[in-house]
């Protein structure tokens, strides 16, 4: 250990005269080497290669991880035991992800539902005879953190909101079907972004999304001025009967996907185009101005674009009553699209889910370490512009009560 720490400081020592990031990197991936060294000594109760009749349990070889650090990603080998599982405590920042997957994984494997896919994966985690008693105890510990996450009380106002949905295989009375998982995403009036709500359900129709807004009214959620979503009927539905006071803003990406499907191949090109002026004009009435032109002048070719984008006027253009350096992130849903993105990538791991909640387990935990990460990085909107946003907020959350 002494050797590694002289070592160490040399590589230190010559990137700080050279400035040579490799030998950084190489320095960090060496100390990590010894902390996992050291952890999986204390695990299994004697150093490498010793003859210890006290020893707990045996090495059982390495598995590669990449370690994204500051001076750029790590190659570790992350030791194996023959019984147990290791984890090491530096990369603890992102545990819980690895947790709620490997809980997801158990408890379909234990339940029989799982496939050869999620077999060679728990075999490559070193997990072996994992009785029922030890997954319901795993889980539990993560379903009351995942549950006291998603039933926190919201403390800010929050002018902008986002809402999206995405769909996740899940086994239900023996059946595999797809359920609706939806996602509320918000702008603090300081500028951060904030996770506000999950949930699961088997389809998005107007009662379903009515009850989780209402859920999220009562835990605090006020002062929304402008809601980003797709044209979903039974998502509008509710944002009308819930947000009564605040702007819809039809996601513009949706838009441009449903009115393209109305036009030939060969066309689709020069439609865009055209419709992109629109959004390209420098405020709001201009934009106006240029949707007419452009509806007039698809009208004769593209009759059904033409009336799409003129019954779909104020609901597109929306965005453009809020600060323009805003704009940007408010005429989609693109940032719940990322989140998505990596809601699907974890999902593929486990494939189908032995039921609901282990579907709010993991897209929780994903959600939770999104969250981890916004709250200390930079403001998603500075307070400057903000405060532009609120000047038009009453004291009183542009909210209605809830609806009996």
Request: hydrophobic letters at 40%; one cysteine or more.
């Amino acid at each position: 250990m002494a050797k590694d720490r002289m070592t160490l400081l040399e590589l230190l020592r010559k990137s700080g005269t050279e400035g040579d990031v490799d030998f950084l990197r190489e320095g960090v991936k060496m100390l990590a080497e010894a902390i996992m060294e050291l952890e999986v000594s204390q695990k299994t109760g004697a150093e490498l290669h010793e003859r210890n009749p006290a020893r707990l349990t045996y090495r059982n070889g390495y598995r590669d991880r990449i370690w994204d650090t500051r001076v750029g990603s790590v190659p570790l080998e992350i030791p194996r035991l023959r019984d147990g599982n290791y984890f090491p405590s530096l990369l603890e920042p992102r545990r819980r992800i690895e947790q709620t997957m490997l809980s997801v994984i158990q408890e379909a494997y234990v339940l029989g539902v799982s496939t050869r896919k999620v077999e060679r994966l728990v075999q490559s985690l070193g997990i072996a005879g994992i009785s029922k008693s030890e997954v319901s105890r795993i889980c539990g510990g993560l379903d009351e953190e995942v549950e006291r996450w998603r039933n926190r009380l919201l403390l800010w106002r929050y002018p902008y909101l986002w809402l999206d949905a995405t769909y996740l295989k899940v086994r239900d009375s023996g059946r595999v079907m797809s359920q609706a998982v939806i996602i509320a995403y918000g702008v603090r009036e300081t500028g951060e972004r904030e996770v506000i709500g999950l949930e699961v359900g088997l389809s998005e129709d107007s009662v379903f999304w009515k009850e989780f807004l209402r859920s999220l009214v009562e835990r605090g959620l006020g002062g929304v001025m402008l809601v980003v979503s797709d044209a979903h009927l039974g998502l509008r539905e509710a944002i009308a009967a819930v947000f009564t006071g605040a702007s819809w803003q039809r996601c513009r990406v949706h838009f441009m996907r449903n009115a393209l499907a109305r036009v030939p191949r060969g066309a689709q090109a020069m439609v865009a185009a055209t419709i992109r002026t629109i959004f390209a004009q420098p405020d709001r009435e201009s934009a106006h101005l240029q949707l007419r032109r452009v509806a007039d002048n698809l009208a004769q070719r593209f009759g059904a674009v033409a009336d799409q984008l003129e019954q779909a006027e104020e609901d597109l253009l929306a965005y453009m009553a809020f600060p323009r350096e805003h704009w940007r992130q408010l005429y989609s849903t693109n940032p719940l699209e990322r989140l998505n993105k990596e809601i699907k990538r974890r999902s593929n791991v486990v494939g189908i889910f032995p039921n609901r909640q282990a579907v709010i387990r993991l897209v929780g935990a994903v959600l939770m370490e999104q969250q981890d990460e916004w709250e200390i990085g930079r403001r998603y909107f500075s307070l400057e512009s903000m405060r532009k946003t609120l000047e038009g907020l009453r004291e009183e959350p542009l909210l209605m009560a809830l609806r009996e």
